[in-house]
């Protein structure tokens, strides 16, 4: 069921609640520039195995609140700080995808993983999304500014491009005017101002400071989050398992959703 959050300074975050009586919860961060329903194939299943998956729109994204400010990463890590507080939630595994996971390890270093048992990355944008003078991995700082400035001009062509390097596997027609329409659902400002967050903000420290069991999942076809990050965040993650897709892209939770979902269930089920 979908209920509202207020977090913070009085926002509203719309949170997906299903199977809340699941004995196995996960919480799942979205990556830019969708919302919640970007993880609807592990929805449509997880519950069925005792799970309860609790999904949540990031600030300026799907339905949550769109204030103009607020799209740093501590701020919305305190975001998902405030949920968890509101929902009491402990002894429950992280996840999330691209920016999601970006903002997942900024919360397991600002709030020394309260709560979080386990952490999920899924071709997190970590710990920096472009190329720095000491840091020859990731995107271009280009090609940022060039999301940046297509997001002012015309955001629903910015989108569809976005889109078309998203998946790896073939995609209907009908599933990608979905996706398209998931990134229309966010507020134009809230959409550059995240980008804007890939350059200002790196995530080092963060990744240092995770002592949880951390699986990450990264497409080796990834255009967005080039693989090499996964491989990184592998290095810098003590007690982390890497796993390569081999067909996949940016959106591994729906290239290869069968085997994504498998290997999710058994992380949580079988790492203390």
Not at 214 to 242: A, C, Y
Request: with cysteine; net charge negative; charged share 20%.
């Amino acid at each position: 069921m979908g209920y509202y959050i207020t977090v913070g300074n009085g926002i509203n975050y719309f949170v997906e609640d299903l199977n809340p009586t699941g004995n196995k919860t996960i919480l799942f961060l979205h990556g830019w520039p969708a919302n919640h329903k970007l993880f609807e194939y592990q929805f449509d299943t997880l519950p069925r195995f005792g799970y309860r998956c609790i999904g949540i729109d990031t600030r300026g994204f799907g339905n949550s609140d769109k204030p103009f400010e607020g799209y740093d990463y501590d701020t919305l890590a305190d975001d998902v700080k405030g949920i968890v507080d509101k929902m009491n939630l402990n002894n429950f595994t992280l996840l999330g995808h691209s920016t999601g996971g970006a903002i997942a390890c900024r919360y397991m270093g600002r709030y020394a993983g309260y709560g979080v048992s386990k952490l999920v990355l899924c071709a997190a944008a970590a710990p920096s999304l472009i190329k720095r003078a000491d840091f020859p991995y990731g995107s271009d700082r280009e090609t940022v500014d060039q999301l940046i400035e297509a997001t002012y001009q015309d955001r629903p062509q910015m989108l569809q491009n976005f889109g078309n390097m998203f998946f790896f596997q073939h995609l209907t027609q009908p599933f990608s005017d979905w996706f398209f329409q998931l990134g229309l659902q966010a507020a134009g400002w809230a959409t550059a101002a995240v980008a804007n967050t890939w350059i200002k903000e790196v995530l080092f420290s963060d990744l240092e400071a995770i002592n949880v069991p951390t699986l990450i999942i990264h497409g080796i076809h990834d255009k967005i989050v080039p693989f090499p990050l996964g491989e990184i965040q592998n290095k810098m993650i003590r007690n982390s398992i890497l796993i390569p897709f081999e067909f996949s892209g940016h959106g591994a939770f729906y290239d290869q959703k069968d085997l994504f979902n498998d290997i999710l269930m058994n992380f949580v089920e079988n790492n203390p």
